[in-house]
T-cell receptor, first 114, second 113 residues
Framework: NAGVMQNPRHLVRRRGQEARLRCSPMKGHSHVYWYRQLPEEGLKFMVYLQKENIIDESGMPKERFSAEFPKEGPSILRIQQVVRGDSAAYFC????????????FGPGTRLTVT | GESVGLHLPTLSVQEGDNSIINCAYSNSASDYFIWYKQESGKGPQFIIDIRSNMDKRQGQRVTVLLNKTVKHLSLQIAATQPGDSAVYFCAENDPDSNYQLIWGAGTKLIIKP
């Protein structure tokens, strides 16, 4: 039973480029959460999605960031025109039921903006 | 705003000894707390949780203690092993959300051989 999968594990982008981060939830999970983690800090909630719906995007910057979870395929966190401040680890978590505190985390994508 | 904080950023413990990681929270309305373990290069892993109607909860080699009077949470790891080396985060629920957690900054646990 595979856990939460994220790819790529490491991503390097130049300023102004786009970053696409993918997350496949655990089998049977239809709720996905994205978090950002800066070095030596805790995780910061960004967005909560169900299949084809954004439930809560209160933690996501209004500009340049978007997320989707299509009916088929992984959830995608998209960052347009990246800046150095976007460098961080981005984690995806999933849960089997709606709005669940016990979430299962993926290994993360470490984004470096040069 | 209110947040969860940790007393010690780094904790060094001799292998075989018990480890105690402390956490302070400030939101008196929080009623659910979780400890996560994050190994280098990996995502957070759920360790144990506790609700505010309990003072203590035990798992396998781990115990979480909750003192609501002083808003303090601790994680005790018995007979610490090299595999326990990680950053440990405490998190409290956001009372206004069913799923959002407020995370502390983390404590790095180092095991000395």
């Amino acid at each position: 039973n595979a856990g939460v999968m994220q790819n790529p594990r490491h991503l390097v982008r130049r300023r102004g480029q786009e970053a696409r981060l993918r997350c496949s939830p655990m089998k049977g999970h239809s709720h996905v959460y994205w978090y950002r983690q800066l070095p030596e800090e805790g995780l910061k909630f960004m967005v909560y999605l169900q299949k084809e719906n954004i439930i809560d995007e209160s933690g996501m910057p209004k500009e340049r960031f978007s997320a989707e979870f299509p009916k088929e395929g992984p959830s995608i966190l998209r960052i347009q025109q990246v800046v150095r401040g976007d460098s961080a680890a981005y984690f995806c978590a999933s849960s089997p039921v709606a709005g669940e505190h016990e979430q299962y985390f993926g290994p993360g994508t470490r984004l470096t903006v040069t | 705003g209110e947040s969860v904080g940790l007393h010690l950023p780094t904790l060094s413990v001799q292998e075989g000894d018990n480890s105690i990681i402390n956490c302070a929270y400030s939101n008196s309305a929080s009623d659910y707390f979780i400890w996560y373990k994050q190994e280098s290069g990996k995502g957070p892993q759920f360790i144990i949780d506790i609700r505010s109607n309990m003072d203590k909860r035990q798992g396998q080699r781990v115990t979480v203690l909750l003192n609501k009077t002083v808003k303090h949470l601790s994680l005790q790891i018995a007979a610490t092993q090299p595999g326990d080396s990680a950053v440990y985060f405490c998190a409290e629920n956001d009372p206004d959300s069913n799923y959002q957690l407020i995370w502390g900054a983390g404590t790095k646990l180092i095991i000395k051989p």
